[in-house]
């Protein structure tokens, strides 16, 4: 087979509900056959990328691309709009919502390799080998027994695939849709209740206009006067001055009102520029004896 | 014949020609935007905007593309590797994917051959749209994470939260459109709107529709993972070179294709503004296409010209609270609309007599309501237009007292005396 007619058997797999006719649903076509042979070990790698990478959010992205693989498999399988969904459900708002919490955890937090429980790593090999053998049997089974049945009436007949599911989801199983809708309300309202913190509670934070309301109930609407800060000089111990030069007393700072001069001296020197001042000429050594010789 | 029909049998060379023309399409229209952009809101802001490069300056984005192609690709120490050069690529390949879908012309005749100018038309074209700009905030969110540093976590973090919300109302805008066209087909969207376009029919899907598209597109006033004025430049702080040009072009072509999907769902699509039958036909489909869409691009402009950044509260409240219910409310409103009209109960002026007066039992019922009472607080506070208190009209002002002679620090005047000989001293050495 040429690869032009290839390229146009995917084409013609790729837009199925347009062309039932040309392409049977129960037949593997070349393009199909193609399609699977590459995403099919696209998502193995995904998967086997997620469980090996030692970064969570190295693992996240492998997860992402077994969706996507899947997503586009379903593609091909003649159920376009389940595929889209899987890309727009999965991919788009549930990883999304995995990647935001990762991120949130930190970058840098890998997984810790050191073991917990003894034996566990034997345990779950041999556990997971049967579990694996019991799935793969069944499954095996299953596929080359089962053909689909009432594929292309499906996406043929009614409207296509997308009324079709539509009319399932809202006639056949509208109890299990609106139960499974059901729990999922439950889910989110218990979140919230679980999540909900009481803001006027004791030791809350209080909002902008709570704070303002509060001020301006007390006696100063007003803010406090600042330190005299650059008017005379740069220390926070300044007091700031009213028009007629006293001081005003709300100015002062009360840490520094009580700390001891002690302390402070260093300040005051520093101030008064009676302190030690640097001198750049004191690195080399040699500047006193210039100013020396002049 | 259908659209599908017609696309079904197109050779592989004219699909090679589409997506060529595609990808030069959106490619030029980013170069066009940029510009257009620049000049538009320099004339908002009364100064000239670029007038250098080329004729009235309209090269200049080519030259300042050329320019950030050849500049140092920095990579940071922290960035992790492979994921902070997979982002930029990840944001920009889907953006190019989504207008696949997008029905650009009607039944064009391209080199002999009857084709449809639009790539593919699958039974869910709108949701390839939202599948893709689904994916692509992996590349915004990745390349926050990637880079290894504060501001741009930030970003990502803002951005993910803000798609997702989004993306709910854009849906819930989209499922009006699809109640009425019976499809999700995009071509089939434009096909339902020959007789009256959606805009006039579900003008709340339409406003949802556009103000969540400018929410998913992180443009002014939604900007805020990249926030210049708080986060550096968000998302894309750390990225440089051809990277940053990739997030670039991505945010200009998702710009022009949820225009285009603006247009294909609301205004008609590459339907002609007045029904004539001969400017329906062919290639004059195309100018009409691009005609609608300059104009929703021509809004982005505006927005940004206008419109001062919104806090992120805010901005979260306006998707969750104000967006998402009203969307609601109308998807309820259409389907019982549709279900009263599908059981043919009613003829069109019957159904809208009723309408009439269940609306003005609604207006009457809201007139008997009793005006909510206002607390009366003792201790309430006078308040401004902006809702916050102002000082009492009685606040006593004390009265200035006269001014005496500035008092003069007594320091010591030693020190500056002996720094400024020094200096003195230093200027002849």
């Known amino acids: 087979m040429s690869l032009l007619n290839l390229a146009q058997d995917f084409l013609a797999v790729a837009q199925p509900a347009t062309e039932p006719a040309t392409a049977a649903p129960d037949v593997v076509t070349t393009g199909e056959a193609v399609a699977f042979w590459i995403l099919g070990p696209l998502s193995l790698a995904g998967a086997l990328g997620m469980l090996f990478a030692r970064n969570a959010v190295h693992s996240a992205l492998w997860l992402v691309l077994t969706m996507l693989s899947l997503g586009v498999l379903y593609m091909v399988q003649q159920a376009p709009f389940l595929g889209f969904v899987q890309i727009i459900v999965y991919t788009g708002a549930i990883m999304m919502l995995f990647l935001f919490v990762l991120m949130l955890v930190g970058r840098d937090s890998s997984d810790s390799i050191v073991e917990v429980l003894r034996g566990q790593r034997l345990a779950a090999a041999v556990l997971g080998v049967g579990f694996a053998g019991l799935v793969v049997g069944s499954l095996a089974q299953a596929f080359t027994r089962v053909d689909s049945v009432g594929l292309a009436a499906v996406n043929s007949s009614g409207g296509g695939n997308v009324a079709n599911i539509g009319e399932a989801l809202f006639t056949k199983y509208l109890f299990v849709f609106e139960l499974t809708s059901a729990l999922l309300i439950t889910a989110a309202v218990g979140a919230m209740v679980l999540a909900y913190s009481d803001r006027h509670g004791k030791g809350e934070k209080k909002t902008q206009r709570e704070l303002v309301e509060e001020r301006f109930k007390g006696d100063r609407p007003g803010s406090l006067p600042g330190p005299g800060v650059f008017a005379t000089a740069n220390s926070v111990a300044t007091p700031a001055l009213l028009p007629d030069g006293s001081v005003a007393e709300e100015s002062l700072s009360a840490l520094i009102e009580t700390t001891t001069k002690e302390r402070l001296a260093d300040d005051v020197a520093d101030v008064a520029g009676t302190a030690h001042q640097a001198d750049a000429h004191a690195l080399t050594g040699s500047a006193p004896s210039k100013e020396g010789d002049k | ?429």
């Open chain 2, 1 to 429: 014949m259908t659209t599908a029909e017609l696309l079904a049998d197109d050779p592989i060379w004219i699909i090679l020609i589409k997506v060529v023309g595609i990808f030069a399409f959106l490619v030029v229209m980013t170069l066009f935007m940029i510009n257009w952009e620049r000049k538009v809101v320099a004339r908002m802001q009364q100064r000239p905007g670029p007038n250098r490069v080329g004729p009235n300056g309209w090269l200049q984005s080519l030259a300042d593309g050329l320019k950030l192609a050849f500049k140092e690709d920095i990579r940071p120490v922290l960035a992790d590797k492979w994921v902070f050069f997979l982002a930029p690529v990840i944001s920009c390949i889907p953006a190019f994917v989504a207008f696949s879908v997008i029905p650009i012309a009607g039944e064009v005749s391209l080199f002999g051959e009857k084709t449809s100018l639009q790539l593919v038309d699958l039974p869910v074209g709108v949701l390839v749209v939202l599948a893709c700009s689904s994916i692509g905030v992996y590349g915004i969110v990745l390349s926050g994470w990637a880079s290894g540093s504060p501001y741009p976590l930030l970003g990502a973090l803002r951005s993910a939260a803000q798609v997702i919300s989004y993306e709910i109302a854009m849906g819930l805008s989209i499922v009006g459109v699809v109640m009425f066209s019976h499809s999700m087909s995009t071509s089939d969207i434009v096909q339902a709107q020959s007789n009256l376009w959606f805009v006039v029919l579900l003008f709340p899907s339409f406003a949802i529709y556009v103000i969540s598209m400018v929410g998913e597109t992180n443009r002014a006033p939604f900007d805020l993972p990249e926030a210049e004025s708080e986060l550096v430049g968000g998302f894309h702080t750390e990225y440089s070179s051809l990277k940053f040009a990739l997030f670039f072009l991505a945010e200009y072509v998702n710009m022009v294709t949820v225009s285009a999907l603006a247009t294909t769902l609301f205004l008609g699509g590459y339907q002609a503004p007045w029904g004539g039958e001969f400017m329906n036909t062919g290639w004059w489909g195309l100018l009409w296409f691009v005609a609608k869409t300059l104009f929703f691009l021509f809004l982005f402009i505006w927005l940004r010209g206008t419109l001062p950044r919104m806090r992120y509260d805010q901005f979260m409240r306006l998707g969750w609270k104000v967006l998402v219910p009203i969307s609601l409310v109308w998807i309820v409103a259409v389907a019982l609309v549709r279900a009263l009209n599908n059981s043919g109960g009613f003829s069109q002026s019957q159904f809208l007599t009723i309408f009439g007066v269940v609306l003005g039992v609604l207006v009457l019922l809201s007139l008997l309501l009793p005006d909510r009472k206002v607390e009366e607080d003792p201790n309430a506070v006078p308040i401004t237009g902006g809702g916050y208190p102002v000082p009492p009209l009685d606040l006593e002002v004390p009265k200035a007292p006269t001014r005496r002679t500035p008092v003069v620090a007594r320091l010591p005047k030693e020190p500056v005396a002996v720094t400024a000989s020094k200096e003195a001293s230093d200027g002849d050495v």
